[in-house]
């Protein structure tokens, strides 16, 4: 069993739903949750990062953790074609070096 | 702020040659840096961590004879494929960790070298 799972996709939305995302992971020493975007052929940046269970909101952007669940969530409210890209869940622990990446879920925004 | 950047951002190489990959951290400082590798729509792989002036540290199963690293001060990591093989293609991700950071989640992404061997 990977660390971390996370949906492959494609997940294709019209523009303006609502993207859901989420990561599942089975290491309960897991502390630190992020979530990165990454376009084709690029690195990936930084969404959005959470220590605790519950949400998080960044604009358009809201994180959620279920850390009894060891479920992780990502949502995206008024999409936009720009927003098509892969997605990536990052965990790793509070005293940890490394992150552990998801596969990534990749997701298009149909104008 | 936080920008790291890669050298170069595509190469090409014929089997058996070694290529050279450079990472900078541009407006900071990063005691430690990491090498990722990504192959066609999976996720990054860690392959190595780098930390200036002492050994990078392999993760299990690569090659530290294959893929040299070099971490010789606060704000570049360069990364060698050393005879490089076909297989050897791929997408090289650089990341950098601010020395002043707070946390292990802070970690800026390079965009990215996409290695092909011929």
């Known amino acids: 069993q990977k660390e971390v799972e996370q949906d492959p996709g494609p997940l294709s939305v019209p523009e303006g739903a609502i993207v859901s995302l989420n990561c599942t992971y089975s290491?309960?020493?897991?502390?630190?949750f992020m979530w990165y975007r990454q376009y084709s052929r690029k690195g990936p940046e930084l969404l959005m990062y959470?220590?605790?269970?519950g949400n998080k909101e960044d604009g358009r952007f809201t994180a959620q953790v279920d850390k009894s669940s060891k479920y992780i969530s990502l949502f995206i409210r008024d999409s936009q074609p720009s927003d098509s890209a892969t997605y990536l869940c990052?965990?790793?622990?509070?005293?940890?070096?490394?992150?552990?990446f998801g596969g990534g879920t990749r997701v298009l925004v149909k104008p | 702020g936080a920008v790291v950047s890669q050298h170069p951002s595509r190469v090409i190489c014929k089997s058996g040659t070694s290529v050279k990959i450079e990472c900078r951290s541009l407006?900071?400082?990063?005691?430690?840096m990491f090498w990722y590798r990504q192959f066609p729509k999976q996720s990054l792989m860690l392959m190595a961590t780098?930390?200036?002036?002492?050994?990078?540290?392999?993760e299990q199963g690569v090659e530290k004879d294959k893929f040299l690293i070099n971490h010789a001060s606060l704000t570049l990591s360069t990364l060698t494929v050393t005879s490089a093989h076909p297989e050897d293609s791929s997408f090289y991700i650089c990341?950098?960790?601010?020395?002043?950071?707070?946390?292990?989640?802070?970690?800026?992404f390079g965009p990215g070298t996409r290695l092909t061997v011929t």
């Open positions: 990341s950098a960790r601010p020395s002043l950071a707070r946390s292990s989640y802070e970690q800026y």
């Open positions: 290491n309960s020493a897991f502390q630190y």
């Open positions: 959470t220590y605790s269970s």
């Open positions: 990052a965990i790793n622990t509070a005293a940890g070096n490394k992150l552990t």
């Open positions: 407006d900071f400082q990063a005691t430690t």
């Open positions: 780098s930390n200036e002036g002492s050994k990078a540290t392999y």
